[in-house]
């Protein structure tokens, strides 16, 4: 069974660095992208930056561009998200998931992470 | 701002048929690329619901369908029940964009 695994809910102050984690079992290794998306409480969708567990290959949403880190250990197949220093606005919901190479669809998603950033 | 626009929300009494709208443009839907759907009960994460615009992937009932012409793609629900009080998203991929896979703006399902 393919399964994507998420840590846990952080609270953290404005400032803070972090690093949540999604961890994949139930496939193998080759072919597959792992997105992240966010979803503040009550709003939409919104698709953040992806990277191909194989060779670390990233791309990002420009907006997200130089605010996030996306990295990946291929030999965990484990995909990260990380600040170096969140802000209020980072409060949200933050989801992995996966898409096969030459798909254009998220076939499976992890659980969420929930991200609170308050003083 | 999402490129693609869905109704916020659709209501229907059990049983009934309801459709979503989802409205794109000539640089995705319009473009050939497919439509995907999914749904997202709440407090839970979004699940893949319909892929390449009318696919089911396995487990899903085939009350739910979708189809695409056009620069539009629409998602039915027929038998409406109660367990599908949910929000629905449909995404694409769109060629014009540095972040190309995009998702709509949702809309949210009522079972009256």
């Known amino acids: 069974e393919v399964q994507l695994v998420q840590s846990e809910a952080e609270v953290k102050r404005p400032g803070e660095s972090l690093k949540i984690s999604c961890k994949g079992s139930?496939?193998?290794?080759?072919?597959?992208?792992i997105a992240w998306v966010r979803q503040v409480p009550g709003q939409g969708l919104e698709w953040m930056g992806v990277?191909?567990?194989?060779?670390?290959?990233?791309r990002y949403r420009p907006s997200f561009q130089g605010q996030v880190t996306i990295s990946a250990d291929k030999s965990t197949k484990t995909a990260y998200l990380q600040w170096s220093s969140l802000k209020a606005s980072d409060t949200a919901i933050y989801y992995c998931?996966?898409?096969?190479?030459?798909?254009?669809?998220?076939?499976?998603w992890g659980q969420g992470t929930l991200v609170t950033v308050s003083s | 701002q999402s490129v693609l626009t869905q109704p916020p929300s659709v209501s229907g009494a059990p049983g009934q048929r309801v459709t979503i709208s989802c409205t794109g443009s000539?640089?995705?839907?319009?473009?050939?690329?497919?439509v995907h759907w999914y749904q997202q009960l709440p407090g839970t994460a979004p699940k893949l619901l319909i892929y390449?615009?009318?696919n089911r992937p396995s487990g899903v009932p085939d009350r739910f369908s979708g189809s695409k012409s056009g620069t539009s793609a629409s998602l039915a629900i027929t038998g409406l029940q109660a367990e599908d009080e949910a929000d629905y998203y449909c995404?694409?991929?769109?060629?014009?964009?540095?972040?190309?896979?995009?998702f709509g703006t949702g809309t949210k399902v009522i079972v009256l």
């Open positions: 998931a996966r898409r096969k190479v030459a798909t254009t669809y998220y076939d499976y």
């Open positions: 995404q694409s991929y769109d060629s014009s964009l540095s972040a190309p896979y995009v």
């Open positions: 390449d615009n009318r």
């Open positions: 000539s640089s995705n839907i319009g473009a050939g690329y497919d």
């Open positions: 139930g496939y193998s290794l080759p072919s597959y992208w």
């Open positions: 990277i191909y567990l194989s060779d670390s290959d990233t």
